[in-house]
């Protein structure tokens, strides 16, 4: 499912917001104080401010070549009318956020190689500047970490593992062959956990064998963030595959229960528990006001139940989200997950002077769909 955007926005740039997870701060912090450390080490002549400054200034465009490389992904994915929502740089880089999967292989293909070659091609920038300026030079030191951070990261996001560059690649490269989205996303997925170990494995060994503890960890953090990341591709592509075709009116409750507005919360409660319904709409006479459910019960306290009637303390009817029949069951899950709602009143004819509740969909009812589709799975494929 869509992560939600984080951290503090910074910028706008080519239109797209870019954001600064909390958890660069701490990055940017600690390299800073590493290239500060390492420059007095090699211009032991310099001041400790010259020594902060190009520390800081090494960060800084450090920054900035993590942020070139996803507007590199990001104008490919444009180019394609992929819409692109934020990039967000965090603890282990950047992140693009786009609107959707490629619907080609060789779109994924391109946008995926394209930030590997700008980060080479910065890598180029700052070599040819270090060649052209004498190596005993505080910047020529600056331009050759730069050097060498963006070639690292260009060479580190070819692994092909998925979700990195290179595991995009691979996909791009698995579907375009078999014409098989969900097959190839499963194979690079497995890839990427190949990957995640590998470096886990690699980190391990710096730190038992070679007692480089930082540099092992930061591996083994890596690899970790690696494995979830290819897990989660892993899981969502599952879903994806058990919800297909399927919608809203496959899955929903024709039975929608209501009840009176007037009633207070203590009843209500006691209505729940003698019936076992979560969920009521709730009418005044005839009219529909709002949604009552035993979240919204639980949010108010104990104490108040008596006092509080069911229309005091319920959604009322401009704030409820509504599904229709035809809504596909992808996407409504989707939207409950992301307002963290557990149902769906189900409305039935789009003109806006008949509507007509025709059932309602709860979260429940479609992950008993996935759970049915992954044991019919297992048993049909002999496991
Ligand atoms: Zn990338």
């Known amino acids: 499912m869509p992560m939600r955007t984080t951290g503090f926005r910074i910028a706008k740039i080519l239109g797209i917001p870019i954001y600064l997870d909390a958890s660069w701060l701490l990055v940017f912090g600690w390299f800073t104080y590493l ?27 450090f920054f900035g070549s993590v942020l070139f ?16 929502h934020s990039i967000t740089l965090f603890i282990f880089g950047g992140l693009a956020r786009i609107g959707r999967e490629p619907s080609r292989p060789i779109q994924e293909f391109n946008i995926a190689v394209a930030g590997p070659l700008a980060s ?43 979700p990195l560059d290179g595991g995009r ?40 064998y070679k007692n480089d503890w ?30 297909a075709g399927l919608h809203a009116s496959d899955v929903m409750s024709h039975e929608v229960p209501t009840i009176d507005g007037h009633i207070t919360l203590e009843e209500y409660g006691a209505e729940v528990l003698r019936t076992g319904r979560r969920c009521h709409l709730v009418l005044s006479g005839d009219r529909l006001v709002g949604m009552m459910n035993v979240h919204t019960l639980n949010a108010v306290p104990r104490s108040e139940w008596s006092n509080n ?15 229709s ?39 429940d009812s479609i992950l008993r769909v996935m759970q049915t589709h992954s044991e019919l799975a297992s048993q049909l494929s002999g496991k």
Not at 122 to 131: D, I, R, S, W, Y
């Open 69 to 84: 490389h996803e507007l590199a992904h990001s104008v490919v994915a444009r180019y394609y009318k992929i819409p692109v």
């Open 309 to 323: 009637s069911v229309q005091a303390a319920m959604i009322p009817r401009d704030k409820i989200q509504w599904t």
């Open 35 to 61: 290239l500060a450390m390492n420059y007095r080490q090699l211009h032991p002549r310099g001041t400790s401010a010259d020594h902060w400054t190009l520390g800081i200034l090494t960060s800084l465009l």
């Open 169 to 208: 690649i691979f996909r791009a490269i698995i579907w375009g062959i078999t014409k098989d989205f969900s097959r190839a996303t499963l194979i690079a997925g497995s890839s990427g956990k190949v990957v995640a170990y590998a470096l886990m494995g690699i980190g391990g060994y710096w730190v038992f």
């Open 214 to 243: 930082s540099s092992g960890l930061w591996l083994g953090v890596i690899g970790l963030y690696l494995l979830n990341a290819a897990q989660q591709s892993i899981v969502q592509m599952t879903i994806r595959d058990a919800l």
């Open 120 to 162: 080479f091609f910065l890598a180029g920038v700052f070599g040819a500047v270090m060649e052209l300026l004498p190596s005993g030079q505080m910047v020529g030191a600056l331009a050759g970490y730069l050097f060498w951070a963006n070639a690292s990261l260009g060479a580190f996001n070819l692994a092909p593992g998925f």
């Open 325 to 363: 029949p035809e809504e596909p069951l992808l996407r409504l899950l989707e939207r409950l997950l992301n307002a963290d709602i557990n149902q769906m009143p189900v409305v039935s004819g789009a003109t806006d002077e008949a509507p007509q509740i025709v059932g309602i969909v709860t979260r």
